[in-house]
């Protein structure tokens, strides 16, 4: 599977153009045209009980929950493919596998590559008019525009070249702190992970902290007769 990635050119102003295949593996043959934008209301409810199923929750391994609203007005396909994936657990332990500072974060690749998805078919583009403002959801693709998949990413800072070239499908509406504080890097070297994907209606609380090692005890290095081995 062709990495989906986001690739900054050398030209600020056109910092992040593309989520593209790399040049070694890109295709050969012109890819499909893309598909006209769709006009539509860009204005989110950021009150998270309200349409609870339409609502992603990322627990982060940073101690953070992220709250995105999800719109299927703009994209109703891809809606539906967060939301079977979030419930299935495929995001849970996936790691953000290409963190750009200043730019976006982009997880939801099982593999950590970013050129994993799941088993399911890509998805056709529902390319919409909502801009890629600070907080915004979009699905990573190919260079292929009906290559989206599983992986998405959050933008840090608005990037409006990417408009109508991918496919926005939520934003973030509480805890973008904690988005701020996934951890740079292509891989990172010590990745920020999803620890549990959920929707609202759901109910699920956040997981349990992951437990760092520490130098075992005195006590656990000997264990009394009456521990279990």
């Known amino acids: 599977m062709k990495a989906r990635v986001l690739v900054p050119t050398m030209m600020g102003m056109l910092m992040g153009l593309a989520l593209t295949a790399s040049p070694a593996l890109a295709k050969k043959k012109a890819p499909p045209p893309t598909p006209e934008p769709t006009a539509v209301s860009t204005a989110v409810d950021a009150d998270i009980s309200h349409d609870a199923d339409n609502v992603l929750l990322l627990d982060l391994s940073d101690g953070g929950r992220v709250a995105i609203r999800l719109m299927p007005q703009w994209a109703p396909t891809h809606v539906e493919r967060i939301k079977t994936l979030a419930r299935e657990g495929f995001y849970n332990g996936v790691i953000f596998h290409r963190v750009i500072d200043g730019f976006m974060a982009q ?4 593999t950590g590559t970013g050129e994993g998805g799941s088993k399911l078919p890509d998805l056709k583009a529902e390319f919409n008019a909502v801009p890629h403002l600070r907080g915004t959801v979009s699905m990573a693709r190919t260079n292929d525009p009906n290559s989206a998949n599983s992986q998405f990413f959050i ?43 959920s929707l609202a209606s759901d109910k699920k609380g956040p997981p349990p902290a992951p437990v760092s090692a520490a130098a075992p005890s005195l006590s656990a290095a000997k264990p009394s007769l009456s521990q279990p081995n």
């Not at 997880?107 to 099982?110: K, L, N, S």
């Not at 109508?164 to 990172?188: C, L």
């Open 107 to 110: 997880t939801g690749d099982p």
């Open 155 to 197: 933008v840090f800072y608005p990037r409006f070249a990417l408009d109508h070239k991918y496919t926005v499908f939520g934003r973030v509406i509480s805890g973008m702190q904690y988005v701020d504080a996934i951890q740079r890097g292509e891989p990172p070297a010590n990745p920020t992970r999803v620890l549990q994907a």
